[in-house]
């Protein structure tokens, strides 16, 4: 079966760093993906990995370990518009599985 | 160019009715896939279109719940006899194609209340 984990819940500064971690046992593997979800909002994409490393665009990277089953995503300088639902989605051949999400809220 | 759009937007109805949902997809997005989100929580796999193929329908939690593609366009979600459970966010969203083309694009999403 598909079984995604992140945490439920994580606060921060403004202007601050926040790692949001993931971790995946899927029965197959074909790219990770964040996304983030405002409050009564559809989710809209962020990043996409398939191989180990680190990306990087603008103030979100994302990083991958296939061999671990685990991603996080990186905020840098933390903005109250960041305050979101962040949703970690495993793709196996055509279909995704979505983690439950992590609700960050950014403090002035 | 125009994005995933859904209709309706809104939805109340009585238990027992059977509604319809309608998904609208990006031109030339050979995938398509349905979710439902409870209040608060993640997004729930339904149902999944990848072109002609034959569509993946390994998270429709019941019978009651069953779903059309046209072609490579227009999907609706049918759900009948509705229950109070059943009240949720459906959302669409559709795909270009593998790796990073697999990145999906949502729609706005029918909010479904069930009396």
């Known amino acids: 079966g598909q079984n995604i984990d992140q945490p439920t819940e994580m606060t921060a500064t403004e202007g601050a760093i926040v790692q949001i971690n993931c971790t995946y046992q899927?029965?197959?593997?074909?790219?990770l993906f964040w996304y983030q979800q405002h409050a009564g909002e559809a989710p809209t994409f962020l990043s996409y990995?398939?191989?180990?490393g680190l990306e990087e665009k603008g103030r979100f990277s994302s990083f991958l370990s296939r061999s671990k089953g685990y991603s996080y995503l990186l905020l840098k300088e933390l903005q109250m518009k960041d305050s979101a639902s962040y949703l970690c989605?495993?793709?196996?051949?055509?279909?995704?599985?979505f983690g439950d999400g992590t609700t960050l809220t950014v403090k002035p | 160019g125009a994005g995933v759009s859904q209709s309706p937007s809104n939805k109340v109805t009585e238990k027992g009715k059977d509604v319809e949902l309608r998904c609208d997809p990006i031109s030339g997005h050979t995938a398509l896939y349905w979710y439902r989100q409870r209040l608060g929580q993640g997004l729930e796999f339904l149902i999944y279109?990848?072109?002609?193929?034959?569509?993946?329908k390994s998270g429709l939690p019941s019978d009651r719940f069953s779903a059309e593609r046209t072609g490579e366009s227009v999907s609706t979600l049918t759900i009948q006899r509705t229950q109070q459970e059943d009240s949720a966010v459906y959302l669409c969203?559709?795909?270009?194609?593998?790796?990073?083309?697999?990145?999906?694009?949502f729609g706005p999403g029918t909010r479904l209340t069930v009396l």
């Open positions: 969203a559709s795909s270009l194609g593998q790796g990073r083309a697999g990145t999906q694009y």
């Open positions: 279109f990848q072109g002609n193929s034959a569509p993946d």
């Open positions: 899927t029965s197959g593997f074909n790219g």
């Open positions: 989605a495993v793709r196996d051949s055509g279909k995704s599985t």
């Open positions: 990995n398939v191989l180990d």
